[in-house]
């Protein structure tokens, strides 16, 4: 079974940039389709990108769409989100998705 690191999140102002990264271990993402998610205090857990089994194909959510970027890197076992233009409202912890597990989440908070 997957297992999945999230790294990267920290404070930052309103117009900022954080890349997110998301580290599996026990065995390749290759073939696997993931997914980044976030979840505000307070609110559900909803869906922020994915990106195929192939890494050909992306979809975001309508909120981040033209700001964030997914990505993935076979050789370092590692996904991506950049995240561009944030907004306060991007505060949340993100996790990621894959394989049938979960990260640990990891804290994005945006100042206005």
């Known amino acids: 079974q997957v297992q999945l690191v999230e790294s990267g999140g920290g404070l930052v102002q309103a117009g900022g940039s954080l890349r997110l990264s998301c580290t599996a271990s026990?065995?390749?993402?290759?073939?696997?389709?993931m997914k980044w998610f976030r979840q505000a205090p307070g609110k559900e857990r909803e869906f922020v990108a994915a990106?195929?089994?192939?890494?050909?194909?992306?979809v975001y959510a309508d909120s981040v769409k033209n700001r964030f970027t997914i990505s993935r890197v076979i050789a370092k076992n590692t996904m991506y989100l950049q995240m561009n233009s944030l907004k306060p409202e991007d505060t949340a912890v993100y996790f990621c998705d894959g394989g049938g597990s979960w990260g640990q989440g990891t804290q994005v908070t945006v100042s206005s």
């Open positions: 990106i195929s089994w192939s890494g050909t194909g992306t």
């Open positions: 026990g065995r390749s993402i290759s073939g696997l389709a």
